[in-house]
């Protein structure tokens, strides 16, 4: 008597529950950390400083201090943003 007779797999040969038998690939397993991967979360902690000291006192000066925090809040995370990923791009790593 066939598998297919009995219902157990489909046409296709695989397990009808969606269960499958294959391995997970290596990439998913964790690889430990590199010591400059970490120079990516650097370099965004800065670039996110920088940005909200300058568009703080921008935002101050057109209009003042609740405008000013706002811009900062927002140049913070766009800087991280961009230049994490440029980090991420040229170290050709997947940061942790």
């Known amino acids: 008597m066939s598998s297919a007779a009995t219902g157990t797999t489909g046409a296709t040969g695989r397990p009808k529950s969606g269960l499958s ?3 997970p690939a ?4 964790r690889r430990p950390a ?5 120079l990516g979360y650097a370099l ?14 921008f935002g101050v000066q ?7 925090l ?8 766009f800087c ?3 230049v994490g990923a440029l980090a991420d791009r040229l170290l050709g790593y ?3």
Request: aromatic residues 10%; positive net charge; without cysteine.
């Open 21 to 23: 038998s294959v391995k």
């Open 26 to 29: 290596d990439h998913n397993e």
């Open 34 to 38: 590199r010591w400059w991967a970490w």
């Open 44 to 57: 965004a902690g800065v670039a996110g400083a920088a940005g909200a000291k300058f568009s703080y006192d």
């Open 62 to 68: 057109i209009s003042g201090v609740g405008v000013g």
């Open 70 to 77: 706002l811009l900062a809040v927002n140049t913070a995370v």
């Open 80 to 82: 991280a943003v961009l």
């Open 94 to 96: 997947r940061r942790p």
